[in-house]
């Protein structure tokens, strides 16, 4: 019953989604952006982390899509307040270099990878969303509502067992 | 610290916690717990009773979000990680001059002109200027192709120069040549204008 339930939009997600996102992001990486971007990572003091930004297919803006990889290191800060601390360190200086800079970023995408370097989540938001959010224009309800979250290689077996799991 | 409800560890992994989960204190998970509810009741993932909506779950991991670019760009990393595989053979190529690496690089992300760029410098250092210009022209094509369907022409220009310098200077590392260096100059030039707000010739 699941597999009717879930199957065709599994199938839809990894295949039409994982399709569209190479079209999108098809073009070369801004390596000027993407530096800029890493540079601000590195200064929070955040491990295993790099960025990659890219022009996105029919628009002006880029995506910048920020690697925290727990086979480069990444493991947090320890505790969640720290982590909430280096969010908003982040999405500030991202939001004034994304103007001073020109860097056009217009959605950021988080991809965590495991220690193998798997992808393993991925969380993603309009630029303009987070930046309303670090300049306090948005209450972090109104920006989980605009957040989008998915497990990018998650696969059918794996959503049935993790359901069977809970039920 | 163990997470025993599958409800709590996809919460707690959707909510960032997954890193944090393997030097948490009880306080912080406590706060990752109610931030994750706090985002799962928001997307509809609990029933009015705080139970999980496992019918939800599923919808929501089936089909992550109706918004066609943000369902894409959660699927970035998986590109981005083609994409540093794709690098990875392009460098080996330009620095042990072998063509058939960058050639396999342009195949498996076609559209991306860094690789023609990456071509071009290397056909030019190998003494082949009539080959090199053709990639360079693929490269600029490409680019064009990006600014014709919306694209930012300064943007994608400072990218695209960017990535010429980075070739041309690879194989100036390499073997150094007078072509090579008049080329890096030229594109010096241009990365310049492109950075005090002058005007340039490809983006009239």
Excluded at chain 2, 59 to 76: H, N, T
Aim: charge should be negative; glycine fraction near 8%; aromatic fraction near 4%.
């Amino acid at each position: 019953m699941a597999t009717v339930f879930f199957g065709p939009g599994i199938w839809r997600r990894l295949g039409l989604f994982r399709t569209s996102a190479e079209e999108l992001y098809s073009g070369a990486p801004d390596p000027y952006a993407s530096q800029v971007v890493t540079q601000i990572l590195i200064e929070a003091g955040v491990p295993g982390a790099r960025a990659v930004v890219i022009p996105i297919q029919g628009s002006a803006g880029q995506i910048a899509v920020i690697t925290l990889d727990t086979s480069a290191g990444f493991d947090g800060t320890g505790s969640a307040s720290g982590n909430e601390m280096m969010l908003m360190d982040v999405l500030q200086r991202m939001r004034e270099d994304n103007r001073m800079e020109m860097l056009g970023i217009e959605r950021v995408s988080v991809d965590y990878r495991d220690e193998s370097g798997g992808n393993l989540l991925a969380i993603t938001a309009p630029q303009e969303s987070l930046e309303a959010f670090s300049q306090g224009q948005l209450t972090r309800k109104q920006l989980l509502h605009k957040v989008a979250v998915g497990f990018p290689t998650l696969d059918l077996q794996d959503t049935l067992a993790l359901l069977q799991g809970g039920s | 610290m163990g997470i025993r409800s599958p409800l709590v560890r996809l919460l707690a992994l959707l909510l960032l916690a997954a890193p944090l989960l393997s030097a948490c204190s009880q306080e912080d998970l406590e706060f990752v717990t109610a931030l994750a509810k706090e985002w799962a009741a928001e997307k509809g993932l609990l029933d009015s009773a705080g139970k999980p909506d496992y019918l939800n779950i599923g919808l929501l991991i089936a089909d992550p979000s109706s918004d066609p670019q943000a369902a894409a760009a959660l699927q970035a990393g998986l590109v981005v990680k083609g994409l540093e595989d794709a690098d990875r053979l392009a460098q080996q190529g330009a620095e042990a001059g072998d063509l058939s690496k960058i050639d396999a690089a342009i195949r498996a992300r076609p559209s991306d002109w860094s690789y023609q760029e990456q071509k071009a410098a290397l056909l030019l250092a190998q003494g082949n200027p009539d080959a090199a210009l053709s990639a360079l022209q693929k490269s600029e094509g490409l680019v064009r192709d990006r600014i014709r369907a919306g694209g930012n022409c300064r943007t994608l220009a400072r990218n695209m120069y960017s990535h010429r310098l980075n070739a041309l200077q690879t194989q100036i590392g390499r073997a150094p040549s007078a072509d090579l260096t008049a080329q890096t100059s030229e594109t010096q030039a241009q990365l310049r204008r492109l950075s005090a707000g002058q005007p340039i010739p490809f983006c009239p």
